[in-house]
């Protein structure tokens, strides 16, 4: 499953650093937050969601936060490694409604 | 760990022709879904569907296409008449509970080609 687009913003890191990825939402009512991660030839795998009556989540290695003010979310990956390199996509969902609203993605290249 | 599975993997097909895409999710879960992508664009989503019938489409989702679950394994994605703009991966989810409360796991999806 290729998530591939030309124009998909990029963010390289060094393994072992962190690693932060941004995303707008459009939609100030929704809810539930989710990320996802896309490998090439792969359907877009969960990795961690939030509900808006949370700022932050943690799972492993990965944090989620969650801006309400300004509709804003990020994925943090503590101490980044080659298998994370994936098309990161964040999705909301609305109210009344449980279809996921994909972002565009962001590519994520670690280098040794 | 269990997973949605999708056959075939790639589809090629003759514009008019009607293609089914093939999808068997989890087993304990009731909620299925597809979404599609085309080269370059976001994910969308095209339908939803529980207890044997469509809970939500999306307006991509016209009388061309249909879904059906005709056991209690598989669910399909039917396109009646491809035209050339239909070529995207189709992906199949599924949830153990509606999408807000169960988050979806998505099967690597049929990239399908409209020539």
């Known amino acids: 499953g290729e998530s591939v687009g030309l124009h998909l913003p990029t963010l390289s890191v060094q393994e072992g650093d962190n690693s932060i990825i941004n995303c707008a939402y459009s939609?100030?009512?929704?809810?539930?937050f989710i990320w996802y991660k896309q490998e090439s030839g792969k359907g877009p795998q969960f990795i961690i969601d939030?509900?808006?009556?949370?700022d932050k989540r943690q799972g492993q290695r990965v944090t989620v936060l969650l801006n309400k003010t300004v509709k804003h979310l990020s994925l943090q990956i503590a101490a980044t490694q080659p298998g994370d390199s994936a098309v990161y996509f964040c999705?909301?969902?609305?109210?009344?409604?449980?279809?996921?609203?994909f972002g565009t993605g962001t590519r994520l290249q670690v280098f040794p | 760990e269990p997973e949605v599975t999708q056959t075939p993997s790639h589809q090629v097909t003759q514009m008019g022709q009607e293609v089914i895409l093939r999808c068997v999710p989890i087993?304990?879960?009731?909620?299925f879904y597809w979404y599609r992508q085309i080269l370059g664009q976001k994910v969308e989503f095209l339908v939803s569907?529980?207890?044997?019938?469509?809970?939500?489409k999306s307006e991509i989702f016209d009388d061309q296409f249909s879904v059906e679950r005709p056991d209690g394994s598989n669910f399909t994605l039917k396109i009646r008449s491809t035209k050339l703009e239909d070529s995207a991966m189709y992906f199949c989810?599924?949830?153990?509970?509606?999408?807000?409360?169960?988050?979806?796991?998505f099967g690597n999806g049929t990239r399908l080609t409209v020539t």
């Open positions: 939030i509900r808006s009556n949370m």
């Open positions: 087993s304990n879960h009731l909620y």
């Open positions: 939609n100030s009512a929704s809810d539930y």
């Open positions: 569907f529980y207890n044997n019938e469509i809970s939500e």
């Open positions: 989810a599924s949830s153990e509970q509606d999408g807000v409360t169960s988050p979806l796991h």
């Open positions: 999705a909301e969902i609305p109210p009344g409604t449980d279809k996921l609203i």
